[in-house]
């Protein structure tokens, strides 16, 4: 009577070839790549990450400097002559003129 294949052996036999281990090796080398690629990825991600934060900083503070000049220049117009007072002026000299 002829003997049944042992399926848990050849298993291992199979997990434990030549060329299972070759193929693995293959394998894991591949993913490392792909993981290092994605790592300098992440890292120049970072850098631009980074300049642009720099950069948001310094408008941020460019920003802040152009509304303390904005406001300062709206405080000096109103402590000239505003519209209301220049229409009442005009109205007084041309009383005047007329009269």
């Known amino acids: 009577m002829a003997q049944k294949p042992d399926k848990k052996k050849d298993a291992e036999d199979f997990y434990t070839s030549p060329d299972m281990k070759r193929h693995m090796s293959a394998l894991i080398e591949h993913v490392d790549d792909r993981i290092a ?54 109205h007084r000299v041309s009383a005047v003129e007329a009269g």
């Not at 300098?40 to 934060?53: A, G, I, M, P, Y």
């Not at 900083?57 to 007072?85: H, Y």
């Open 37 to 90: 690629g994605i790592g300098e990825r992440f890292v120049d991600f970072e850098r631009t990450l980074n300049s642009h934060t720099e950069m948001l900083g310094e408008l941020a503070e460019d920003m802040a400097i152009v509304k303390e000049k904005v406001t300062f220049i709206g405080n000096s117009l109103n402590k000239k002559v505003g519209r209301g007072e220049l229409i009442a002026l005009e």
